[in-house]
């Protein structure tokens, strides 16, 4: 069954420029001023990392921007992203006592402001302590990877992070569109990380390029793996080798690139005019739905086999889809692809009005993603558990069943958000300051 809720949908060209422009300085102060800095703030309950939210509010409602950001630095190394990527409804918003009169806080407009404003004007400088605690190696760049580096390099360790890809930022430059997260603010997050004293290694595949082994070998004291879920899960119904079946995590990643000047606009694999299906609607379905339309595709449809309550996407990022002109297909379940001459025409579907066929030139596979065992088939003494994410110890935090290994975010637990990759970080790095710390006063000893 297809439910058309575009039809209050104006015609506008739709662009990768940001969709939220943020506050202005007189308009975050004037938020700020109506936060209540309760006593037992809720709102910091319900953020993942513990950020000290009422302390940041309060110093920005006086016009303390610089304040604001060191009390944020204090638990996030990405505030720019999270303020706008994480799922505040549901955590710090979602708690704010303000709430039951439909009046909370912004408070990721605030974060996202504060960081803006502090890149823009380089208000802080955060001191580069001396690196003499030792040295860690951090796999992958996305929020984990980060929190990590960012977190040891504080602490006085010296971290080198590699990256598989040509520059750094992971899941954030490279599965997130334009619209939602502009790929200079991922890449101001990462330049101050750097400047904490991170060394960025890009183009190196690990497990290819070199192995864990390797490092150790060259002085490692731990290693960090956060490369979360590279990998895919497939559809394999009847048709899946027809020519216009693709991830909706590759379609998003040529849609990077081709905006970047990276890829030819042929190597996209949506066409102007195109009839598109989602398969899934999880927050990724919802990016590459929203992308495709971008790109100039005549019609986009997502299909779940479930109902609208049941959806896994953040209720914005639904409602963002429905405004731009995406349909859903509630309760229904794909049969198999059906085709012609090699080429997708369309998919068959069972729902409660019965089986039928979806005309479309592309389909985009949106069912979630599995981590990719690279790492772990070219290391020996790291266990996975039978759907392949990485077995951790709780102590000490976020070990792996071989000494001196540490995994954390997506690639040990099913797909997160954002901040709660950064969450899993932040207690990673801590177990990580205890082992080498422990690992260098037994050498002593």
């Given at each position: 069954?297809?439910?058309?809720?575009?039809?209050?949908?104006?015609?506008?060209?739709?662009?990768?420029?940001?969709?939220?422009?943020?506050?202005?300085?007189?308009?975050?102060?004037?938020?700020?001023?109506?936060?209540?800095?309760?006593?037992?703030?809720?709102?910091?309950?319900?953020?993942?990392?513990?950020?000290?939210?009422?302390?940041?509010?309060?110093?920005?409602?006086?016009?303390?921007?610089?304040?604001?950001?060191?009390?944020?630095?204090?638990?996030?190394?990405?505030?720019?992203?999270?303020?706008?990527?994480?799922?505040?409804?549901?955590?710090?918003?979602?708690?704010?006592?303000?709430?039951?009169?439909?009046?909370?806080?912004?408070?990721?407009?605030?974060?996202?402001?504060?960081?803006?404003?502090?890149?823009?004007?380089?208000l802080s400088k955060e001191k580069m302590p001396a690196k003499t605690k030792g040295k860690v190696a951090v796999i992958g760049s996305g929020p984990a990877g980060l929190t990590v580096a960012g977190d040891l390099a504080k602490e006085g360790f010296n971290v080198v992070v590699y990256e598989a890809?040509?520059?750094?930022?992971?899941?954030?430059?490279?599965?997130?569109?334009?619209?939602?997260?502009?790929?200079?603010?991922?890449?101001?997050?990462?330049?101050?990380?750097?400047?904490?004293?991170?060394?960025?290694?890009?183009?190196?595949?690990?497990?290819?390029?070199?192995?864990?082994?390797?490092?150790?070998?060259?002085?490692?004291?731990?290693?960090?793996?956060?490369?979360?879920?590279?990998?895919?899960?497939?559809?394999?119904?009847?048709?899946?080798?027809?020519?216009?079946?693709?991830?909706?995590?590759?379609?998003?990643?040529?849609?990077?690139?081709?905006?970047?000047?990276?890829?030819?606009?042929?190597?996209?694999?949506?066409?102007?005019?195109?009839?598109?299906?989602?398969?899934?609607?999880?927050?990724?379905?919802?990016?590459?739905?929203?992308?495709?339309?971008r790109l100039g595709a005549s019609e986009v449809t997502v299909v779940y086999r479930r109902q609208e309550s049941e959806i896994p996407a953040l209720r914005a990022e639904y409602e963002g889809a429905v405004a731009e002109g995406v349909k859903f297909s509630w309760q229904t379940s794909p049969l198999?692809?059906?085709?012609?001459?090699?080429?997708?025409?369309?998919?068959?579907?069972?729902?409660?009005?019965?089986k039928t066929v979806l005309k479309a030139d592309k389909i985009l596979l949106a069912i979630g993603s599995r981590p990719a065992a690279r790492i772990v088939s070219t290391t020996t003494g790291i266990e996975v558990n039978p759907a392949g994410y990485v077995i951790t110890k709780e102590r000490p935090?976020?070990?792996?069943?071989?000494?001196?290994?540490?995994?954390?975010?997506?690639?040990?637990?099913?797909?997160?958000?954002?901040?709660?990759?950064?969450?899993?970080?932040?207690?990673?790095?801590?177990?990580?300051?205890?082992?080498?710390?422990?690992?260098?006063?037994?050498?002593?000893?």
């Amino acid at each position: 069954m297809i439910i058309d809720k575009s039809s209050n949908f104006n015609e506008k060209e739709l662009n990768f420029d940001e969709i939220d422009q943020g506050f202005t300085t007189k308009e975050a102060i004037a938020e700020a001023r109506r936060c209540l800095n309760c006593s037992k703030p809720q709102c910091r309950t319900g953020c993942p990392i513990d950020n000290n939210i009422p302390a940041f509010i309060q110093a920005l409602s006086k016009g303390n921007i610089g304040e604001a950001r060191e009390i944020i630095a204090e638990r996030s190394n990405l505030p720019a992203v999270c303020g706008r990527v994480c799922p505040h409804e549901k955590q710090c918003e979602g708690h704010c006592i303000l709430n039951k009169k439909q009046q909370g806080i912004k408070i990721g407009k605030l974060e996202r402001f504060i960081a803006d404003f502090d890149a823009e004007m380089d208000l802080s400088k955060e001191k580069m302590p001396a690196k003499t605690k030792g040295k860690v190696a951090v796999i992958g760049s996305g929020p984990a990877g980060l929190t990590v580096a960012g977190d040891l390099a504080k602490e006085g360790f010296n971290v080198v992070v590699y990256e598989a890809e040509s520059e750094p930022g992971g899941v954030l430059l490279y599965g997130i569109p334009e619209y939602r997260l502009p790929k200079e603010v991922v890449r101001q997050e990462t330049e101050r990380i750097a400047s904490l004293g991170v060394t960025f290694i890009t183009n190196c595949l690990v497990g290819e390029s070199i192995t864990l082994d390797q490092m150790f070998a060259q002085g490692f004291d731990a290693v960090f793996i956060g490369t979360g879920t590279a990998l895919a899960k497939d559809l394999t119904l009847p048709g899946r080798e027809l020519h216009g079946i693709v991830q909706a995590t590759y379609f998003l990643r040529t849609v990077t690139l081709y905006n970047q000047g990276n890829l030819d606009r042929k190597e996209v694999p949506v066409n102007e005019g195109d009839k598109v299906l989602l398969i899934g609607a999880g927050n990724v379905a919802m990016d590459a739905a929203r992308t495709a339309l971008r790109l100039g595709a005549s019609e986009v449809t997502v299909v779940y086999r479930r109902q609208e309550s049941e959806i896994p996407a953040l209720r914005a990022e639904y409602e963002g889809a429905v405004a731009e002109g995406v349909k859903f297909s509630w309760q229904t379940s794909p049969l198999a692809f059906v085709g012609e001459g090699g080429v997708l025409t369309g998919l068959e579907v069972a729902s409660p009005a019965g089986k039928t066929v979806l005309k479309a030139d592309k389909i985009l596979l949106a069912i979630g993603s599995r981590p990719a065992a690279r790492i772990v088939s070219t290391t020996t003494g790291i266990e996975v558990n039978p759907a392949g994410y990485v077995i951790t110890k709780e102590r000490p935090y976020g070990m792996t069943t071989r000494k001196g290994v540490f995994a954390g975010g997506d690639v040990v637990h099913q797909p997160a958000t954002v901040v709660l990759a950064m969450k899993e970080a932040k207690l990673v790095a801590k177990g990580i300051a205890a082992y080498v710390e422990a690992k260098k006063l037994l050498e002593e000893c």
